[in-house]
């Protein structure tokens, strides 16, 4: 009897710790052909949304889930591509589509349709918060976490706003403003929410850098990358250190980065009819809606 006894126990007990390692077990992970078209999709969100004026690829890269990549290929490059290259080689094929291809089409959107357009990224933003928030949280929270949210969302706010109340000022673009706008442009990787594009529209350049980027010209391309790779490598050591150290903290700024960035371009001073608001509102609901269903389907390590 004991020993049938000890046998049912043993069993109960062999059920309870299957019990809790399901409990504990990670979500399933994509199947490879999911993995590629969400890699796909990711690159060419960011790549069509970085060149447009009042929207960070920093931004996009966090709330799809590829920024930790992205900060490992800057600071670590062999060591990143060696674990990830084939993630990286479908996000740049994706990349390169957006920013060449879909950046067209978005920039037809914009010149007929601007403002819905704008509302309809605005909400798509807004989806994302609640798994962005989500992950600042996954090592804990306190004081400090919030304090750092909203020092990062005070101070991006201030920044962005005087750069968008200077008037435009009178520079001739040549090499050395094309690798500042590199410069930038790293700048709004490596900083989630700083848009490099605004900055450089309030200087006058970035229709000349536009104009040069979209007709392969060299004297535009080659110091914008070469900016943009120096001060992300430059920078982002730096960053993935205070990410190890405080994640919370560092994560929760983002979050107020993210925030403060977004309502800088809201069109709130458009003239609006009732049908414009009616369909504004119906644009913000639905990039909502899409945006927060498919922030579970983030970019997955390979």
Same mark, same amino acid.
């Given at each position: 009897?004991?020993?049938?006894?000890?046998?049912?126990?043993?069993?109960?007990?062999?059920?309870?710790i299957?019990i809790?390692?399901?409990?504990?077990?990670?979500? /399933?992970?994509?199947?490879?052909?999911?993995?590629?078209?969400?890699?796909?999709?990711?690159?060419?969100?960011?790549?069509?949304?970085a060149?447009l004026?009042?929207f960070?690829?920093?931004?996009?890269?966090?709330v799809?889930?590829?920024?930790p990549?992205i900060?490992?290929?800057?600071?670590?490059?062999? &060591?990143?591509?060696?674990?990830?290259?084939?993630?990286?080689i479908?996000?740049?094929?994706g990349?390169a589509?957006?920013?060449?291809?879909?950046?067209?089409?978005?920039?037809?959107?914009?010149?007929?349709?601007?403002?819905f357009?704008?509302?309809?990224?605005?909400?798509?933003?807004?989806g994302?918060?609640?798994?962005?928030y989500?992950?600042?949280g996954? /090592?804990?929270?306190?004081?400090?976490?919030?304090?750092?949210m909203?020092?990062?969302?005070i101070?991006?706010?201030?920044?962005l706003?005087?750069?968008?109340l200077?008037?435009?000022?009178?520079?001739?673009?040549?090499v050395?403003?094309?690798l500042?706008?590199?410069?930038?442009w790293?700048?709004?990787?490596?900083?989630?929410g700083?848009?490099?594009?605004?900055?450089?529209?309030?200087?006058?350049?970035?229709e000349?850098f536009n104009a040069?980027l979209?007709?392969?010209?060299?004297?535009v391309v080659?110091?914008?990358?070469?900016?943009?790779?120096?001060t992300a490598?430059?920078?982002?050591?730096?960053?993935?250190y205070?990410?190890k150290?405080h994640?919370?903290q560092?994560?929760?700024a983002?979050?107020?980065?993210?925030?403060?960035?977004?309502?800088m371009?809201?069109?709130?001073f458009? /003239?609006?009819?009732?049908?414009?608001?009616?369909?504004?509102?119906?644009c913000?609901i639905?990039?909502f809606?899409v945006a927060?269903?498919?922030?579970h389907?983030?970019? &997955?390590? &390979?």
């Amino acid at each position: 009897m004991n020993t049938e006894k000890t046998k049912a126990e043993n069993i109960g007990e062999e059920k309870d710790i299957n019990i809790e390692t399901k409990d504990k077990e990670e979500p /399933k992970k994509h199947s490879k052909t999911a993995s590629i078209i969400i890699d796909l999709v990711a690159g060419v969100a960011v790549g069509a949304g970085a060149i447009l004026p009042g929207f960070s690829g920093g931004v996009l890269c966090v709330v799809l889930g590829m920024y930790p990549l992205i900060m490992e290929l800057f600071s670590h490059p062999i &060591q990143a591509i060696k674990k990830h290259w084939k993630v990286y080689i479908f996000i740049g094929i994706g990349w390169a589509i957006g920013f060449f291809a879909i950046s067209n089409l978005i920039k037809f959107m914009f010149s007929r349709y601007e403002i819905f357009t704008v509302w309809t990224f605005i909400g798509m933003i807004f989806g994302n918060i609640p798994s962005l928030y989500k992950e600042a949280g996954k /090592k804990g929270r306190n004081k400090s976490s919030f304090v750092s949210m909203i020092v990062a969302f005070i101070l991006m706010f201030a920044i962005l706003l005087t750069v968008a109340l200077l008037p435009s000022a009178n520079i001739t673009p040549n090499v050395w403003w094309y690798l500042f706008s590199g410069f930038m442009w790293g700048l709004s990787i490596i900083i989630p929410g700083l848009t490099s594009s605004s900055i450089m529209m309030s200087l006058g350049i970035y229709e000349a850098f536009n104009a040069g980027l979209a007709g392969f010209k060299l004297e535009v391309v080659i110091p914008w990358v070469i900016g943009m790779i120096l001060t992300a490598a430059a920078l982002a050591r730096i960053v993935e250190y205070i990410f190890k150290k405080h994640y919370s903290q560092a994560f929760h700024a983002v979050i107020g980065i993210v925030v403060s960035s977004t309502l800088m371009i809201f069109p709130i001073f458009e /003239k609006y009819s009732v049908s414009d608001v009616l369909i504004s509102a119906g644009c913000v609901i639905i990039g909502f809606i899409v945006a927060f269903k498919l922030s579970h389907f983030k970019i &997955q390590e &390979q």
